[in-house]
């Protein structure tokens, strides 16, 4: 069974470490809030994991049937992310309803204090 | 029978005041309300000016919401029916009242101005997808609707009610197919239109086709799963 290459493992870390700046970054400039923070730096500390311990992968592929380990952390993070899209999606449907019923509500408000002055 | 006109308008300072004028001069019994969907002209100047009811959106938010914010007033005004009306002069006032006695008379609780009611909708390239529209309702549904894309419909209080309790009801066909199956009663009755006299249509290629994916897979996928224990 193969084990992840090198370069693989340090591709990984380079990029997880990556992840961690640019959020750290963006917290400490309140671009983001906190809690959608929390999955970036998940998915940062998983990618460490594996690129210190590529042992992890290499069982994880045993226990779904994929042949090559590099692969099973592709799928894991494809896996992830796709939750997180699906997530984000609801999330967006949602916010998108609130606004457009407060703007509804607000305006019929305006209308109605308009009509009461008139009065 | 308190009815109210609910009129949205997005950019519509050319045609405003025509549209607003000739609804005054043919039907004063009926009150209306402009929806100024945060529109970016003189709209909102020109509301103000001529004194016209009406409730200005904020921000931009698309037909569907402003339709549905004109409904909201309407219920908590107490009004009895609400008629979708076009700002741009396409929709002709001397049909409101043959619509609201169809309503009175029937207890219905839609009527849908049909331009194509007791004849065939004939064969152009702009009544492709109306057609194609029709026959996903008639299959899914059993109805006949021989208009779904007329966007002057008049809905009674019940429907009001439904219509603002959820976001996912549109001023659109797919809504339409979706009272069907809910047990609305939805009757049509027979008018004529103006083509667009100011301004230009909306009905690009592009925004026809999405339009149209976006209507058939909203009445032949999405509205099974929708909550069926609504009581009308």
């Known amino acids: ?119 | 029978m308190k009815v109210l006109i609910i009129i949205p308008a997005y950019n519509e300072e050319k045609n405003l005041k025509r549209v607003i004028g000739k609804l005054q001069q043919v039907c004063p019994q009926f009150d209306y309300v402009i929806v100024n969907d945060g529109s970016t002209d003189g709209t909102e100047r020109l509301c103000r000016q001529n004194q016209y009811r009406h409730i200005s959106l904020p921000v931009n938010l698309g037909l569907s919401a402003a339709v549905r914010a004109g409904m909201r007033y309407a219920s908590q005004k107490g009004y009895d029916m609400a008629l979708q009306f076009d700002a741009d002069g396409q929709h002709l006032p001397e049909y409101i009242q043959p619509m609201v006695d169809c309503m009175t008379q029937t207890n219905c609780d839609v009527v849908i101005a049909s331009r194509y009611f007791g004849s065939r909708m004939p064969f152009r390239m702009r009544t492709v997808g109306a057609k194609m529209i029709t026959a996903a309702i008639r299959l899914t549904t059993g109805r006949h609707l021989s208009d779904p894309t007329s966007g002057m419909r008049l809905y009674s209080r019940r429907i009001i009610e439904q219509f603002i309790k959820d976001e996912n009801n549109a001023p659109e066909p797919d809504t339409l197919s979706y009272l069907i199956r809910l047990g609305a009663d939805i009757r049509e009755v027979k008018v004529e239109m103006d083509e667009r006299t100011e301004g230009q249509s909306y009905l690009t290629p592009v925004n026809a086709s999405k339009y149209m994916i976006h209507m058939m897979m909203s009445i032949c996928v999405f509205q099974w799963f929708r909550d069926r224990k609504v009581v009308l």
Do not use: Y
Not at chain 1, 43 to 59: D, K, M, R, T
Not at chain 1, 63 to 72: D, H, M, R, T
Not at chain 1, 90 to 95: E, Y
């Open chain 1, 1 to 119: 069974m193969a084990v992840l290459s090198w370069s693989f493992r340090i591709f990984l870390l380079l990029g997880s470490v990556t992840v961690f700046l640019i959020i750290s970054q963006c917290i400490r400039k309140k671009q983001i809030q906190m809690k959608d923070g929390i999955f970036w730096i998940v998915l940062g500390f998983l990618l460490v994991l594996i690129s210190i311990f590529p042992n992890l992968a290499v069982w994880a592929s045993r226990l779904i049937g994929i042949q090559s380990p590099a692969n099973c952390v592709f799928f894991l993070i494809i896996f992830l992310l796709g939750c997180h899209q699906f997530g984000l999606t609801i999330r967006l449907s949602q916010l998108d309803m609130k606004n457009s019923e407060l703007t509804q509500n607000i305006a019929i408000q305006r209308t109605l204090e308009d009509e009461e002055k008139k009065q």
